[in-house]
């Protein structure tokens, strides 16, 4: 389906948020287009498969309410996946091992919880953390993920 897109165009870097060490990604640039989601991120699918690391996020927006209909994105990047898709990291709180076998609940407040100092977005990236952790959890502006630790591979369960 054609129409207005937003094109969102990434960097990777490496940031801390506390003891916590991440590769993610920096917001470079963003720019308007029209036309169809799939030939645009075809296009740039193309432009960008030598680019290591490249990161592109295509948004096709509703005409009549201007939000965000649907999302495509495209990368050369490796590692694990620790977002779905780009999303801006707001907080990064860490899960010992005594809160994750805990039979009760833990209050997030009560969590270690740690900043990035400036703007910084997750998605396909690695994670380390400097001091003994059974896992993390990244909040960001898309919702929350909850990542576990593994002995000498420090990434998410799920990234097989």
């Known amino acids: 389906m054609a129409g207005k897109l937003v094109v969102r165009y990434y960097r990777a870097?490496?940031?801390?948020?506390?003891?916590?060490?991440?590769?993610?990604?920096r917001l470079e640039k963003s720019e308007e287009r029209s036309g169809d989601l799939f030939d645009v991120l075809t296009d740039l699918a193309e432009r960008?498969?030598?680019?290591?690391?490249?990161?592109?996020?295509?948004?096709?927006?509703?005409?009549?309410?201007?939000?965000?209909?649907?999302?495509?994105?495209?990368?050369?990047?490796?590692?694990?996946?620790?977002?779905?898709?780009?999303?801006?990291?707001?907080?990064?709180?860490?899960?010992?091992?005594?809160?994750?076998?805990?039979?009760?609940?833990?209050?997030l407040e009560r969590l270690p919880t740690y900043r990035p100092s400036g703007d910084y977005y997750v998605y396909i990236g690695d994670v380390a953390v400097e001091r003994p952790a059974a896992g993390i959890i990244l909040e960001t502006d898309k919702g929350v993920r909850v990542l576990l630790l593994h002995a000498g591979m420090k990434r998410d369960s799920n990234s097989g």
Request: without cysteine; aromatic residues 6%; proline residues 10%.
């Open 48 to 107: 960008y498969r030598k680019t290591p690391d490249a990161v592109v996020e295509v948004i096709r927006l509703n005409p009549k309410t201007g939000e965000e209909a649907e999302a495509a994105v495209y990368t050369t990047g490796q590692g694990a996946l620790l977002f779905p898709r780009p999303a801006r990291l707001q907080t990064v709180r860490l899960l010992d091992e005594a809160v994750v076998k805990a039979q009760a609940p833990t209050p």
């Open 13 to 25: 870097v490496s940031f801390r948020a506390g003891p916590v060490l991440l590769r993610g990604y």
